[in-house]
C-alpha cells in the first residue's frame, strides 16, 4: 500500500524528469565530453583530443576574444546607460503622478517584443540610405553626420548597444519601481519632520534600501547582455567583419559554419565558466554591502 | 520662511520636467513601432522617398502579400501551434511537478528539486550544441514535435519554481476535506490544486507563451522546411532573401509584433507580476 503510494506520487514528477533528463541534463554532460573532443557532427567517429580545443581557444582565436571584448563593452553600455535610465524612470514614476499606468505600460512595451522585430525595424530606421535617421540629419543640414550606421565599423557596436539598451531598460524599470514600491513612506515622513530636504533623503534613504536591488538587476543585465545575440543577427549579423560578433554568434558560427561541434561546445564551456565566474562576484559583493547596510 | 506660492511654483516646475522626461522616453519606445507600421503601407518605391509617418496613400495590399505570397499566413498559424501545444505541455507537466514537490513525499524528492532550480541559475551557452545531435539521433530534428519538447524544457524550471511557491502557501483544508470525500491523487491535483492555482497560472501562461512565440535559436536549428517554421525564423530568412522589400517586411514585422502587443495589453497585470517575482528568484 504504501509503496503503490510512493510510486504513485513519482508519475507526479515522470514527465518533468524525463523531458528534463533528455533535454537538459544530457545535453549539458554532452557539452563537456564534446569540448573534448573534434567532430565534424557527420562522422560516426569522434576523435578524443582532451585539452587541445581549449589551448585553441585561449592562445589562437583571436576572433572569440574580440567577440567577448564587444560582448564586454555591450555590456558595460548597458550597466551603465540602461540602468541609470531604468533607475531615473522608476524614481520619476515612483510618486503621485498623473498617467503612471500608461508610462510603465509603455516603458514594458520594447521587452515584449522580439529580439527579431526589434532588429529589423531598428535597422531600417538605421539604414545607410534610405533610413530615418540620415533622412532626418539631412533634414537639420547635418547630412556631414549621416553614414551607414550599422555598415560602418566606427558606429555599428554603439548602434547595436544602444537598441539593445533601447529594448531592455523596461526589466530594470519594472523591478527597480517595485523595489522603490516597498520602500515604507513613513521614512520619508519621518526625515520631512527632521527637516531633511528631498535631495539628502533621496542620498540617505532611496539609495542605500536600493542598492540589492540595484545589485539584483546589474547580475540580471550582464547575464541577459553576455548571451545576446538574436537582436545582433537581426541589425548587422556580426558585420561589419568581425565588429559585432559576440560569443553565442562564434559558437554558432563553429557549429554551423566550420563544422567543428567539438571546438564549439569548448567556446560555450569558457564562456559558461566566465559568466559563473562575473556572477559570483557579484553576488558576494551584494552580500559584503548588506552585512554592511545591516 | 519662503512663501506658499513659491513651493507652489516649485511642485509644478518638478512635476512638468518629470512629466517631460517620461513623455519623452515614452515617445522613443513608440515612435519605432509606428514607424513600422507606416512603412508596412507604403510601396516599394514610396518607402524610398515618402518620410512621412503616415503615407499619402495607404497600400493594405501589402499585408495581403505578405500573408498570402510571403507565406507569413503560414508562419503566423505555425506560431499559434507551436505557442499553445508547448504552454498546455508547460502547465500539465510543470503543475504535475511543482503539485508534487509541495504536496508529496518520495524519496529524492529535494535532489529533483535542486535540479531543476540550478537549471533555472546556471548558464549553458554552448548546450544548444549536443542538443542537436541528440535530436538528430531521435529523428526529432525538423520534426514539430521536437520543437516542441524543447521549448517544454525550456520554461519548465521557471514555470515549477512559480507553481511550487504558490502550493506551498495554498491552505490545505480543500484537499483534506476532497480527499476525505474519497477524491484521488491525480483528482486533487487537477480539481483543487489547478483551480485554486488560476492566479499564478495566468503569469506561467503568460510568460511562457511570450517566450515562445519570440523564440529564435532553437526554432534556427531545428527546422530547415518552410512550411514547418515560425514566424521569428521566417522572417530573417525573409530579410535575407528579399533584402530590399522594405514593405512587405515591415508587414511582416507587423504581422509578428501585433498578436503579442494585444496579449500585452490585455494581460499586462499578470507580467508586471511575473517580472517582480521572476526578479526575486534570482
New interface residues.
Partial sequence: MKIKSTLENYLFVLPAVIIFSIFYIYPFMQVFLLGMSDWDGISVTKAFVGLTNFKEIMFSDPPWWQSMRQAGWITLVALIFQNALAFLLAWACDREIRLKNYYRLIFFLPPILSEVVVGLVWGWLLEGNYGLLNSWLANLGLSHLARSWLTDPKTALNCVAIVHCWKGFGWGFLIFLAGLQTIPRELYEAARVDGANSWSMFRKITIPLMIPVAILVSILTVLGTMQAFVLITAMTGGGPGYHTEVPVLRILASMRGSSRFGYACAQGIIFGVILIFISFIQYRFSKRSQAKGA | MKNPVYYKTKRITV?IL??I??LT??A???F??L??VG?SLKTQST??SD?SLIPRQMHWDNYYWAWKEGGFGRYFINSIFYTTSVVIGII???S??A???SR????GKNL?FY??MA?MM?????????????LNKLHLRNTQLGYI??M??VG?STS?FLLKTFFDKMPRELEDAARIDGCS?FGI?WNVALPLAKPVLAVVVVFNA?NV??E??LALLIFDSKHLMPL?VA??KF?GEYITQ?HL??AG?TI??LP??IV??LM?KY??KG??QG?IV?
Fill in positions: 512635476n518629470i512629466h522626461f517620461l522616453v515614452a522613443s519606445c513608440i519605432p513601432l514607424w513600422m512603412s518607402i524610398f518620410m500539465i507537466v510543470s504535475l511537478a503539485y508534487a514537490f508529496l513525499n518520495f524519496p529533483f535540479a531543476f537549471a546556471i548558464p549553458i551557452p554552448g548546450s544548444f550544441v549536443p542538443l542537436y545531435v541528440l519538447l524543447c517544454i524544457n519548465l515549477i491523487k491535483w511570450l512565440w519570440n529564435y535559436l521569428q522572417l530573417m530579410h522594405y517586411l515591415m514585422l509578428a509584433a503579442i502587443i500585452y495589453v499586462q507580467i508586471v517580472v517582480t526578479a534570482g
